[in-house]
């Protein structure tokens, strides 16, 4: 998974960011959590990003290719929490 790094005012970018998110994988794979509502129903149900890849298998991308391996796991749990 991608590292990313909180620092005490929030989240800092390696190198780049994307629309506020660590990079583009993150921020599109946060957009389909809260935009398609099948991702989002699973998202209800996980309890960290981990558990909603499970729920997620066998897919391991957005529909728009976004490796979910690539994706900031600190943001991505943040983004699961906030469904909950």
Not at 3 to 30: P, Q, V
Not at 46 to 51: E, I, K, S, T
Not at 66 to 74: P, Y
Request: net charge negative; proline share 2%; with cysteine.
């Amino acid at each position: 998974m991608m590292m990313c790094f909180l620092h005490s005012g929030g989240f800092t970018m390696n190198d780049k960011g994307y629309n506020g998110w660590t990079n583009r994988e993150t921020w599109n794979i946060a957009l389909w959590i809260n935009n398609d509502e099948d991702w989002y129903t699973l998202s209800r149900d996980a309890v960290d990003f981990a558990d909603f890849r499970r729920l997620m298998r066998p897919l391991d991308d957005t529909p728009d290719g976004a490796k979910f391996a690539d994706g900031c796991v600190t943001e991505l749990d943040e983004v699961i929490r906030e469904n909950t």
